[in-house]
């Protein structure tokens, strides 16, 4: 089975699997669902107008994304993986990413290097006043673009199943990020090293990129854990 960490396309009828999975992929990534929230079927069926059916369809979705954990005869939950297993999804995703732009360089067309040159531009074009998810989308677009250049269809499948997997915390770190120039110059590093065919930039640009994303999530957790409430504390009278 193909997954595609990239939402869909716009869906003029919003009662659809697809278009549920869409929005509720939106309030995952942007908080409105936080982690270790249960998505409670008849709840957000009737908040959402729609049945039950289509639902546990979307759900069915964001759980092979990565984003919803499922539980035998309870709600699912939005998923909250722990910084060791996220590094260690990264870690992978690294190895994937560094074979699929090394393929890439050698079996890329033009046609291709120019549709990843254009996401590479608007990332560039829109990453300060733009909607934060649409240019992380559009980002995320852009690697998967790349892998797919190389032409190896297992490759990129695998690389799809844990891009999706990583979407939520990318984008949380993305957000809070401050290197957005050091991320750019290695967006452009990725097309010059294309264009060239030359895989040992296009590796250094990579290996730059992941070495940015794996600071930036541990900078997450150790914020989000300062922020998280004492368990442990007393009650106050």
């Not at 995952?28 to 959402?48: C, F, M, Q």
């Not at 560039?124 to 892998?147: K, N, P, Q, S």
């Amino acid at each position: 089975m193909t997954l595609n960490p990239v939402p869909d396309a716009p869906d003029s009828d919003p009662t659809r699997p697809t278009a549920l999975a869409r929005r509720l992929r939106r309030e995952i990534l942007t908080g409105v669902l936080p982690p270790g929230s249960p998505i409670k079927e008849r709840d957000h069926a009737e908040r959402l107008g729609v049945s039950r059916t289509p639902l546990r369809e979307a759900v069915r979705v964001l759980a092979q994304e990565g984003l919803v954990t499922l539980r035998p005869l309870r709600s699912p939950v939005v998923a909250d993986p722990g910084l060791a297993e996220v590094l260690d999804e990264i870690a992978v995703l690294r190895r994937l990413e560094l074979f699929g732009g090394e393929l890439a360089c050698a079996h890329a067309t033009a046609d291709e290097i120019a549709h990843i040159a254009r996401l590479a531009e608007a990332v560039a074009r829109d990453h300060a006043t733009g909607d934060r998810l649409d240019v992380f989308d559009l980002d995320m677009e852009m690697h998967r673009a790349i892998v797919a250049a190389g032409h190896n269809p297992a490759l990129a499948r695998t690389h799809g199943e844990y891009l999706a997997r990583l979407w939520r915390i990318r984008f949380l770190s993305a957000s809070t990020r401050t290197d957005a120039e050091r991320v750019l110059h290695d967006h452009r590093g990725m097309i010059e090293a294309l264009v060239a065919r030359d895989p040992a930039r296009m590796l250094a640009h990579i290996d730059s990129h992941f070495d940015g994303l794996t600071r930036n999530v541990a900078t997450h957790f150790r914020t989000e854990d300062r922020e998280r409430p004492d368990d442990t504390a007393e009650d106050g009278p």
